[in-house]
């Protein structure tokens, strides 16, 4: 039975993104934490491994589940896959913001009537991009002003937020209000390695820059005391 003690409860800003290879890895790490500590993440490798199954299995916990496909598809395409993800009880799901209005407005028309319908957010610029892997693209514009007038766009199309990174999260905060959900992920402990991500910030700087939720990987998943890290970022204190 699904637990829904938590559907009114304030979500703690930490999504830890699951990036295992397969159910039983996942499900094994996720037995050291606790739906009151964290949001999870499950994003294209790991649906492709596991399907819907280990959506639900984690929604049946109690876990809230950001849905992490970033569908980018013509509008009825992309609004079906919403409405799917919907009823599969998924808290909050991802879409580009390159795909246009007419796709983000067909995707938060297709959940708008859904009894508990996810959150929608948009990707704007992906934080693994520096300023000239973004201008190969054919974008020479600054990222930061590209980053805003995707978010824009995002919000005009009735979206409930964005995908960006911390280093953005002051001036969207300042443009577009309290309620407008920043999703941040380039999350790094101070003693982390960069790896992959390149425009990256600490937890209790990203928070204080306005960021509502923080996705974070390996810096929990590969911590010896995942919850320990996790009631820390929540008690302010990294």
């Known amino acids: ?76 395409t992309v609004a079906s896959a919403c409405k799917v993800a919907a009823d599969m009880g998924v808290w909050m799901v991802d879409m580009h913001a390159s795909g246009g209005r007419r796709m983000m407005e067909a995707a938060a028309e297709a959940v708008s009537n859904c009894s508990q319908p996810p959150l929608l957010i948009a990707v704007t610029v992906l934080t693994s991009m520096t300023q000239a892997e973004l201008a190969e693209t054919g974008l020479n514009l600054p990222i930061e002003e590209v980053v805003m007038r995707l978010a824009e766009l995002t919000r005009q199309s009735g979206l409930d937020g964005v995908v960006c990174s911390a280093q953005e999260a002051s001036l969207l905060r300042q443009q577009l209000g309290e309620e407008f959900l920043l999703v941040t992920p380039g999350i790094r402990l101070h003693d982390a390695i960069e790896d992959d991500q390149r425009r990256i910030m600490a937890p209790k700087a990203a928070l204080a820059a306005g960021s509502s939720y923080l996705v974070m990987g390996r810096p929990i998943t590969r911590n010896e005391n995942p919850a320990e890290v996790l009631l820390q970022i929540n008690n302010g204190l990294i």
């Open 1 to 76: 039975m699904l637990d829904t003690t938590l559907i009114n409860q304030p979500a703690k800003p930490v999504i830890v993104a699951l990036d295992f290879a397969n159910a039983e890895s996942t499900l094994d790490f996720v037995q050291q934490l606790n739906p009151n500590l964290c949001q999870l993440k499950i994003g294209k490798e790991l649906f492709t491994a596991t399907g819907r199954y280990l959506v639900e299995q984690l929604v049946l916990q109690g876990y809230r589940v950001f849905l992490d496909l970033k569908y980018h598809d013509i509008p009825n």
